[in-house]
């Protein structure tokens, strides 16, 4: 679409920014258009001082840009180094300094022989164009908010916008789409892409995942080289999603948000819910009693394992509460606590029910 298309959908944004409770300090980057002065040539004061127009071009470059009167070659080989002649940053504004500045007149008799460019230009003011603003060599507009309140999370702000564009009324003007991440399929349309503190989320869970995925791939295979099985290791593996119960409810009691420490702690879950897992199968599989009942078996590997599994949870529990009240790191406390609790429960009850429909 073309700029103004762009810039009236994203004053629309803006105005559903602004009506979203939670979000602050909504703004674009285009704004009000600013105001500039143009120094025009007046054509009749021209011909009547008997001023060529070329001349008041190269006065103007010179007053602003300076004048160049020669190199310094300092030899070995180096780059010359221009030497000019030019005014400090600070006196290069629209002044009466600058309008009083000479420029070469072809004088007739009885005129001035000295002509000043105030003399033959004209001052305009106009508006000045809008800044242009690329991201990924795409033209772009932004804008902007911040979270405020009880909401931190910026999935929170994103969906209340999301809700808030699907119930604007449009109009002419095209309704965006919507974009998480990368860039614009289709250029014809006007897509709204979420940046900022979204992205730097959106790539932090993204290499988590990719983590955990391996460390699981890993786990797996390591499972797999000690029990000689493929289908056990599935059994062991199985109680750490039984951890994201507690995680979940965890944050609710907290009103806590999910954030990235949360979800390291999750990660940090699954080495200890395993060890309890590989606690219980390898106690079920060098029972001593051939003749019992697996039933039998199965209490007593839960009896027998359950103290240290408790004392493995507790001890991990008892660390991740002294960072509880941590504002940075209370979803990382949360995530281990309750991860805990749930799945410490859970564990001395699916492992032996699972175990029970694979055999």
């Known amino acids: 679409p073309d700029a103004e298309t762009r810039r009236a959908v994203a004053t629309e944004v803006r105005k559903i920014f602004e009506s979203v409770p939670f979000i602050?300090?909504?703004?674009?980057?285009?704004?009000?258009?600013?105001?500039?002065?143009?120094?025009?040539i007046d054509q009749d004061s021209l011909e009547y001082h008997r001023v060529e127009q070329s001349d008041v071009y190269d006065t103007i470059q010179t007053f602003l840009t300076g004048v160049a009167v020669g190199y310094s070659h300092k030899g070995g080989g180096r780059q010359p180094v221009e030497i000019a002649i030019e005014l400090p940053k600070r006196e290069l504004g629209l002044n009466e300094r600058m309008l009083s500045t000479p420029v070469p007149a072809n004088a007739l008799p009885g005129n001035r022989s000295i002509v000043e460019l105030g003399d033959v230009v004209r001052l305009e003011p106009e508006t000045a164009s809008y800044p242009i603003f690329r991201h990924n060599a795409r033209f772009t507009e932004m804008v902007l908010g911040e979270l405020a309140g009880e909401y931190e999370a910026p999935i929170y702000g994103m969906l209340a916008?999301?809700?808030?564009?699907?119930?604007?009324?449009?109009?002419?003007?095209?309704?965006?789409?919507?974009?998480?991440?990368?860039q614009p399929e289709d250029e014809s349309m006007t897509t709204l892409l979420w940046d900022g503190e979204w992205e730097v989320t959106?790539?932090?869970?993204?290499?988590?995942?990719?983590?955990?995925a391996v460390a699981i791939l890993g786990i797996y295979f390591l499972v797999v080289g000690q029990f000689?099985?493929?289908?056990?290791?599935?059994?062991?593996?199985?109680?750490?999603?039984?951890?994201?119960?507690?995680?979940?409810?965890?944050?609710?009691?907290?009103?806590?948000?999910?954030?990235?420490?949360?979800?390291?702690?999750?990660?940090?879950?699954?080495?200890?819910?395993?060890?309890?897992?590989?606690?219980?199968?390898?106690?079920?599989r060098h029972a001593d009693c051939d003749k019992c009942p697996l039933r039998r078996v199965l209490l007593d590997a839960g009896a027998i394992r359950f103290k240290p599994i408790l004392l493995?949870?507790?001890?991990?529990?008892?660390?991740?509460?002294?960072?509880?009240?941590?504002?940075?790191f209370q979803g990382l406390a949360i995530s281990l606590l309750f991860g805990l609790a749930s799945s410490t429960l859970l564990t001395v009850l699916v492992i032996p029910a699972i175990y029970v429909v694979l055999r």
């Open 24 to 40: 602050v300090d909504a703004d674009d980057s285009f704004g009000l258009p600013a105001e500039r002065i143009r120094i025009a």
């Open 161 to 182: 916008v999301q809700d808030a564009i699907d119930a604007h009324d449009w109009g002419d003007l095209p309704k965006p789409e919507i974009a998480f991440h990368g």
């Open 202 to 212: 959106f790539i932090t869970f993204r290499d988590m995942g990719a983590a955990f």
């Open 228 to 284: 000689k099985s493929f289908k056990l290791p599935l059994v062991i593996l199985t109680p750490i999603p039984l951890t994201l119960i507690g995680i979940m409810i965890g944050h609710w009691l907290f009103g806590a948000p999910f954030t990235a420490t949360s979800m390291i702690g999750f990660i940090a879950l699954a080495g200890i819910i395993v060890r309890n897992s590989i606690l219980l199968v390898d106690f079920i």
């Open 312 to 328: 493995t949870a507790l001890a991990a529990m008892i660390g991740a509460a002294v960072i509880l009240a941590d504002p940075i």
